[in-house]
């Protein structure tokens, strides 16, 4: 049996692999064999760390949500004001360069499967929650601190992740109406409403 630490190398490994291709194809499309051979494994190395494809599937969302969350923790934590955090997360979030568009398709794919099948519906939550949590959590020290108008940081947390994810998601379908300037614009702009007058 592997030691622990290689374990945990090899499991990652196979669920950046997974992350790529499902960029890449599409969940409807994707196959272990394609995880596989990404991943430089075998398929019954893939089976030996995931019972099921939707296991490596669910694992691999997981691991896109993870590594997204570990990207920002340097702006999360950050001596500056919430509405510059916040405008620094809605920066980072752009989808800009190779590692973030990859990112946001495997989120569209997350979104897109999630439709029709519950345990993609239950990922979703669960991972999405606590996003909204962090926006939250920034928007009430913003509000705390006099920075943010009153008002339920819930509803401004869900304004501003659904204004993120339609504008993305516009940004990725080549929009000629929504480029990432518009977005960037966009997003900072709601945001500037959010402050206290």
Not at 23 to 37: M, P, T, Y
Not at 38 to 59: N, R
Not at 116 to 123: G, I, K, S, T
Not at 129 to 140: A, Y
Request: proline share 4%.
């Amino acid at each position: 049996m592997p030691r622990p630490n290689v374990e945990a190398e090899r499991r990652e490994q196979i669920l950046s692999a997974a992350c790529v291709v499902l960029a890449e194809v599409g969940l409807q499309n994707l196959r272990l064999a394609q995880v596989a051979k990404a991943a430089g494994v075998s398929s019954g190395t893939i089976h030996y760390y995931f019972e099921t494809k939707q296991d490596v599937v669910s694992a691999a969302f997981e691991f896109n949500m993870s590594n997204s969350l570990e990207r920002r923790q340097s702006i999360l934590a950050s001596e500056q004001n919430p509405l510059e955090m916040l405008q620094e997360l809605v920066e980072s979030y752009l989808p800009a360069d190779s590692r973030s568009l990859q990112a946001w398709r495997v989120w569209a794919e997350l979104w897109a499967e999630g439709m029709r099948l519950d345990p993609l519906q239950e990922v979703n939550e669960r991972l999405y929650g606590q996003w909204r949590d962090i926006v939250t959590d920034v928007l009430r020290a913003g509000q705390r601190q006099g920075l943010v108008k009153e008002g339920d940081p819930v509803r401004f947390a869900n304004m501003l992740v659904g204004m993120v994810d339609g504008l993305a998601m516009q940004v990725l379908l080549h929009s000629p109406n929504m480029d990432l300037k518009n977005m960037r614009e966009t997003c900072n702009a709601l945001i500037g409403l959010f402050a206290a007058r």
